[in-house]
């Protein structure tokens, strides 16, 4: 659809432009403190998992297994909280680690152990000249920040609907030995909510990677997040990885930190036999332990992957209302104005919206302005450089259903207003 702005004779865009101020002007002198910044649970959320708080008392037993819960030792995480992680993850318990309560750590510490270390053997990453990270985008700000933070240079890669565009992955995997990893979230992806297809997770299996230490960062933090009567199907890598006869290839993580407490949740890793050995000597180093009163209250609460889904059950009664909400607010403000696309996730913590070219920031400042806190415009690229300035995140779990629904609506007369004043420079 056309951009109705664009369309319009100067004189009717001109007064739609002073409409438009007017409504901002009003919102304004609303004074509104609103927050649809970051992907967090709402307080609705996260008390849905203070019973947890009450399942280890003074007289539960402290033993797990053959591993005692009250004293160092067990730093793969206790047997049955490795079982949980394998059943979230759909892997063999033998091959995770439970450990800390932020998968981004874990991630942190990995990309961090190939610069200081080396993978599987090779050379550190800091004595091998320039090494690359792939960067599906939009994607999450925080992977980006993790390898910016080394020195490492992150390569935008573009983002289909069924996944990252495999033909330049493939070409750079297999073409460039510097390039030593990628950031993937294939479920419910931050923020676009698009799960990988299968076709997209087999061609991922098959590399054949330049570089012997490249690693997949396979961050599938949403796996259990449906919030609909849909839940999207993800393939296994896993299965993947065998069915093509690839070993050694991917790094897989989760967390609790949207099942239970974000930062008091429970963190995982799932790789191959030699990779997760590999990687059991590198936190050997930095850990004589683990959170085990976590991982045991963790495992008492949610038992197994039956109980998990029932409690995200629970999450789904509270955040699918606020997607639905975005989905009309967006569809009845703009879907007749040809100026944006968004899209329409089963499951996660992001409504990815596109706005016209030259648009994001300009959005994101009025937003502000207007009392409205959004994630920075270029957040979902590299280096914050979104080459369009077009994508915004839209993060609405936090918010209480009526407070999204105002920043919604100031939403709307931003992005109408941002646009057609655009449309008007562009014929100045
Ligand atoms: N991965 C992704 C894709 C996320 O969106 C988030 C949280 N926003 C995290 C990881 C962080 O998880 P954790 O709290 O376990 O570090």
Same mark, same amino acid.
């Given at each position: 659809?056309?951009?109705?702005?664009? /369309?319009?004779?100067?004189?009717?865009?001109?007064?739609?432009?002073?409409?438009?101020?007017?409504?901002?002007?009003?919102?304004?002198?609303?004074?509104?403190?609103?927050?649809?910044?970051?992907?967090?649970?709402?307080?609705?959320?996260?008390?849905?998992?203070?019973?947890?708080?009450?399942?280890?008392?003074?007289?539960?037993?402290?033993?797990?297994? !053959?591993?005692?819960?009250?004293?160092?030792?067990?730093?793969?995480?206790?047997?049955?909280?490795?079982?949980?992680?394998?059943?979230?993850?759909?892997?063999?318990?033998?091959?995770?680690?439970? !450990?800390?309560?932020?998968?981004?750590?874990?991630?942190?510490?990995?990309?961090?152990?190939?610069?200081?270390?080396?993978?599987?053997?090779?050379?550190?990453?800091?004595?091998?000249?320039?090494?690359?990270?792939?960067?599906?985008?939009?994607?999450?700000?925080?992977?980006?920040?993790?390898?910016?933070?080394?020195?490492?240079?992150?390569?935008?890669?573009? *983002?289909?609907?069924?996944?990252?565009?495999?033909? *330049?992955?493939?070409?750079?995997?297999?073409?460039?030995?510097?390039?030593?990893?990628?950031?993937?979230?294939?479920?419910?992806?931050?923020?676009?909510?698009?799960?990988?297809?299968?076709?997209?997770?087999?061609?991922?299996?098959?590399? /054949?990677?330049?570089?012997?230490?490249?690693?997949?960062?396979?961050?599938?933090?949403?796996?259990?997040?449906?919030?609909?009567?849909?839940?999207?199907?993800?393939?296994?890598?896993?299965?993947?990885?065998?069915?093509? @006869? !690839?070993?050694?290839?991917?790094?897989?993580?989760?967390?609790?930190?949207?099942?239970?407490?974000?930062?008091?949740?429970?963190?995982?890793?799932?790789?191959?036999?030699?990779?997760?050995?590999?990687?059991?000597?590198?936190?050997?180093?930095?850990?004589?332990?683990?959170?085990?009163?976590?991982?045991?209250?963790?495992?008492?609460?949610?038992?197994?992957?039956?109980?998990?889904?029932?409690?995200?059950?629970?999450?789904?009664?509270?955040?699918?209302?606020?997607?639905?909400?975005?989905?009309?607010?967006?569809?009845?403000?703009?879907?007749?104005?040809?100026?944006?696309?968004?899209?329409?996730?089963?499951?996660?913590?992001?409504?990815?919206?596109?706005?016209?070219?030259?648009?994001?920031?300009?959005?994101?400042?009025?937003?502000?302005?207007?009392?409205?806190?959004?994630?920075?415009?270029?957040?979902?690229?590299?280096? @914050?450089?979104?080459?369009?300035?077009?994508?915004?995140?839209?993060?609405?779990?936090?918010?209480?259903?009526?407070?999204?629904?105002?920043?919604?609506?100031?939403?709307?007369?931003?992005?109408?207003?941002?646009?057609?004043?655009?449309?008007?420079?562009?014929?100045?």
């Amino acid at each position: 659809m056309a951009n109705i702005y664009q /369309q319009m004779e100067s004189e009717e865009l001109d007064a739609a432009i002073e409409e438009l101020e007017r409504e901002a002007a009003d919102l304004k002198a609303q004074n509104l403190a609103l927050d649809m910044a970051r992907g967090k649970p709402s307080p609705e959320q996260t008390a849905l998992a203070r019973p947890m708080l009450d399942v280890l008392n003074s007289s539960t037993p402290l033993v797990d297994g !053959n591993a005692i819960v009250d004293n160092y030792g067990t730093p793969e995480g206790l047997p049955s909280a490795r079982r949980l992680a394998s059943e979230i993850l759909g892997v063999d318990a033998e091959n995770v680690v439970v !450990n800390g309560s932020s998968s981004l750590n874990l991630m942190h510490d990995l990309v961090t152990h190939g610069f200081t270390n080396g993978v599987a053997g090779n050379k550190p990453f800091y004595q091998q000249g320039e090494v690359k990270w792939l960067c599906p985008a939009p994607g999450y700000d925080r992977h980006f920040s993790v390898t910016a933070h080394l020195g490492i240079k992150n390569v935008p890669i573009p *983002m289909l609907e069924d996944g990252p565009d495999m033909d *330049m992955v493939q070409r750079l995997v297999e073409g460039d030995p510097s390039v030593k990893g990628i950031w993937c979230v294939p479920k419910y992806a931050n923020p676009t909510g698009i799960t990988y297809s299968d076709e997209v997770v087999r061609r991922f299996a098959q590399l /054949q990677p330049a570089a012997p230490d490249f690693r997949i960062y396979w961050d599938n933090a949403y796996c259990v997040h449906a919030f609909g009567e849909k839940d999207d199907n993800l393939l296994n890598i896993f299965d993947a990885l065998e069915e093509a @006869g !690839n070993t050694d290839l991917v790094y897989e993580f989760g967390s609790t930190a949207k099942v239970t407490f974000p930062s008091s949740g429970i963190a995982f890793v799932a790789a191959s036999k030699a990779d997760i050995t590999e990687i059991r000597k590198a936190f050997a180093v930095e850990r004589v332990s683990s959170e085990k009163f976590s991982q045991l209250a963790h495992v008492l609460f949610l038992k197994d992957l039956d109980g998990v889904k029932a409690h995200m059950r629970k999450h789904a009664a509270i955040v699918g209302p606020r997607f639905a909400l975005v989905e009309q607010k967006l569809t009845d403000g703009l879907g007749q104005t040809g100026v944006a696309t968004w899209t329409h996730p089963h499951g996660g913590y992001f409504v990815s919206f596109d706005g016209p070219k030259g648009s994001a920031r300009k959005t994101v400042a009025l937003m502000a302005e207007l009392g409205v806190k959004l994630t920075p415009a270029g957040a979902t690229w590299p280096y @914050g450089d979104d080459p369009n300035d077009s994508n915004i995140r839209i993060a609405p779990t936090y918010p209480s259903l009526e407070d999204l629904g105002k920043a919604l609506d100031v939403f709307v007369v931003a992005v109408k207003l941002v646009s057609a004043r655009l449309a008007r420079e562009s014929r100045a």
